[in-house]
Structures are given as structure tokens and as C-alpha cells.
């Protein structure tokens, strides 16, 4: 009873309330010496000091319970727990090392047959190489999840995996056939009556929309959006929307309207510092490219530093030198920053807080 209602609090986002009972049923677990439980109880709270960003706290728990599930032979627990850990790991860029713990993952699974959990390997791994750049092996891992979902009837796994794939689609430039692939998963989306999942969606064909010139169709499905998300009082959220907003007005030449959305973003940006946020580079520098548009050369040249700035502090957390690399070149908004901060900036002194 503890752990469940130990859940219920921690997606409610009572952190403290969901920690005492965890806390208390690991103690219980150690006292009767039941290990199962004890590594479980162990990995819910390194999940909670992950919600927490205490990044370094949930390994550390995780490892515990790792360690546990290995000894008692609890392979299921393993590949949950490794799930975790790669989560974690990814979080603080070592993308190598979750890299493998999604391979082994998968592998435990495979033996197993599990092929839910198999499909959730392959969904985690299409994020850790599109994070990287790696568009090929993205769609590869991609391919295999949907494919495994198709096979097991997971259609909410499926539609999922759709929003990725097209979103791979149209990092290659295949625009026709990512919005082929994203029409396809929103009817899934909308079916389900998964808001989320929906607005997810919207957001990656109002990007197309604005590259295709479809501009007044990008207004309208990035305002649903950034409606949705201010509703549910998820502005970190929002800011994909907002700057897009932004960029689409620009283009229009609707210049109040630009700086009043990239203004809003930027205020939003600027109180989290990017954290939170997953692409907050990107939404600096749309704000930037708003600005320069716009002229309003102080704000452009505060915004690009920042972008230029969340981007080194990224890939300085890459310690692999090839997913380094891909990180900067093959991810097109991060070659963008980059080498416009080097034009603009100077490249050295681009995050310097001088104008």
C-alpha cells in the first residue's frame, strides 16, 4: 500500500509525501529481508530524486537496486531498472554509457520475449540518437519499435512512435513523407483522446507548415497549442509554440505580433534558464533570428549568446567524441547556433554577457 500511494504522490508532484513512504516501506523490506521489494522501493526513489533533477542521488539509488536484482536473479527488475539509469544518464549527457544500458535492456527482454518492454528499448533509443543527431540509426530504432507494436496491438506505443518517426522525416528534409507519417499518428492521437500526445503532434506539423509557407496553418496549430499548454499550466511546454508564433508573424511581416510572442518566450526562457526546456537553445534562437528580423539588435545579440551558451554547456556534457560531434553538425538548429554565433559573435566570446 506504501509504494502505490508512494506513486500517486509522486505524479502528483508531492515529492516529500511520496518520499516518506518509499523511505519507510525500504526500511520495512530490509527488516523482513525481502530483496525484491527492497530494490523496488530503492528504484522509486531513484526515479523521484531523478523528477527532482538530483541526478547524481538517483544512480546512486538505482545502482543499489541494480545491484540487488542482479543477485536475486530478477531479470524483469533489471531491465526496468536499467531503463532508469540510462534515463538518468542521458540527463547529464553521458549518452554512451545509456547507450548500453539500453542494449542490455533490450537484450534481457529479447530473452524473455517480452516485446512490450522490447519496443519500449527501441523508443528510448530513438531519442538518445536523435538528441545526437544520428537520424539514421533513429529511424532504424524506430522502424523495430513500431514494428513490434503493430505485432503486439500497442496502438498507443504505435502512435508514439509515429511522432518520432516523423519527426526523423523531416530532420532529412522529407517533408512530404513526415507529414504523411504525422497526419497518420494524430488520427491515432485524437482516436485515443490523448491531449498530449495530440498537441505533441500539432507541434511538429506547424514546423513543416512554416517550411512549406503554409504560414496561416502554423499560426492556427501552434496557437492550439500554446492555448493547451497555458491551460494546463505547462509554460516550459509552450515555448516550441510561442517561438514559433514568433517566426511564422515574422515572416508575415505582422511585426507587433512577432516581438510580442518571441518577448513572451524570452521571459519564459530567461526564468528557468533553459532548464526544463528540452530544446531551449532552439527557442533562444528563433527568438534571435525574431529580433534580427525585427531589428532589434540588443535583444537579437542577448538571445544568440544564450542559445550559443545552453548549447556548449550541452555538448560539453558529451564525453563520446563521435556523438560530440554529431551533436554539433548533424542536429540542424545546433549547426545553426553555432555557426552563426562564429559569424555574429566572434564563436570564442559568444558567450560572453557583453553586447
Given at each position: 500500500m ?7 504522490y ?6 516529500e509525501a ?13 527488516g ?7 530494490a523496488r522501493?530503492l528504484?522509486a526513489l ?5 523528477r527532482?533533477k538530483d541526478f547524481e542521488?538517483s ?5 543499489q ?18 531503463y532508469?539509469i540510462a534515463q ?9 554509457s ?13 530473452s ?10 527501441h ?10 543527431g544520428d537520424?539514421?540509426q533513429a ?7 513500431l ?9 498507443v ?8 518517426l516523423?519527426?526523423i522525416q523531416?530532420?532529412k528534409?522529407?517533408?512530404t513523407?513526415a ?7 494524430l488520427?491515432?492521437a485524437?482516436?485515443s483522446?490523448?491531449?498530449?500526445l ?14 512549406n509557407?503554409?504560414?496561416d496553418r502554423?499560426?492556427?496549430r ?18 516550441d509554440?510561442?517561438?514559433r ?5 515574422a515572416?508575415l ?14 521571459q519564459i ?32 545579440t542577448?538571445?544568440?549568446?544564450s ?7 550541452k555538448a560539453?556534457k558529451i564525453?563520446?567524441?563521435?556523438m ?12 545553426e547556433?553555432?555557426k552563426?554565433?562564429e559569424?555574429?559573435l566572434g ?9
Open positions: 506504501s509504494y502505490g500511494l508512494g506513486l500517486v509522486r505524479e502528483r508532484g508531492e515529492y511520496a518520499r516518506d513512504l518509499f523511505e519507510r516501506a525500504l526500511e520495512i523490506n530490509r523482513t529481508g525481502n530483496r525484491r521489494e527492497e522501493m528504484s531513484g526515479i523521484l530524486a531523478w527532482e542521488e544512480i546512486q539509488q538505482q545502482n537496486a541494480l545491484e540487488i536484482q542482479q543477485s536475486i536473479g530478477d531479470r524483469a527488475g533489471v531491465g526496468a531498472t536499467l532508469s538518468t544518464e542521458s540527463d547529464l549527457g553521458d549518452y554512451s545509456s547507450k548500453r544500458r539500453l542494449e542490455d535492456a533490450l537484450l534481457i527482454h529479447k524473455s520475449n517480452n516485446k512490450w518492454q522490447q519496443a519500449v528499448a523508443s528510448q533509443l530513438v531519442v538518445l540518437y536523435m538528441l545526437v537520424w539514421e529511424e532504424e530504432q524506430a522502424s523495430l519499435g514494428e513490434l507494436c503493430r505485432e503486439i496491438g500497442a496502438e506505443g504505435e502512435a508514439y512512435m509515429l511522432c518520432n516523423g519527426l523531416r530532420e528534409k522529407l517533408l513523407q507529414e504523411r507519417t504525422l497526419l497518420s499518428g488520427a491515432m485524437e482516436s483522446g490523448d491531449a498530449y495530440e498537441a505533441l503532434y500539432l507541434g511538429e506539423l506547424a514546423t513543416i507548415d512554416l517550411e509557407q503554409q504560414l502554423a499560426i492556427e501552434s496557437q492550439k497549442n500554446a492555448d493547451f499548454y497555458t491551460e494546463q499550466d505547462s509554460l516550459l511546454s509552450a515555448t509554440d510561442i517561438t508564433l514568433a517566426a511564422t508573424h515572416k511581416s505582422n511585426r507587433i505580433n512577432a516581438l510580442q510572442h518571441a518577448e513572451q518566450a524570452i526562457l530567461d526564468e528557468c534558464q533553459g532548464e526544463g526546456i528540452d530544446y531551449s537553445q532552439r527557442d533562444y534562437f528563433r527568438c534571435y533570428q525574431v529580433f534580427s528580423t525585427c531589428e532589434k539588435p540588443e535583444q537579437a542577448k538571445a544568440l549568446k542559445a550559443y551558451r545552453l548549447l556548449q554547456e560539453a564525453s563520446d567524441a563521435e560530440h560531434c554529431s551533436f554539433l553538425e548533424n542536429v540542424s538548429f545546433n549547426a547556433i553555432q552563426e554565433a559569424r555574429y564563436g570564442d566570446n559568444a558567450s560572453n554577457d557583453d553586447p
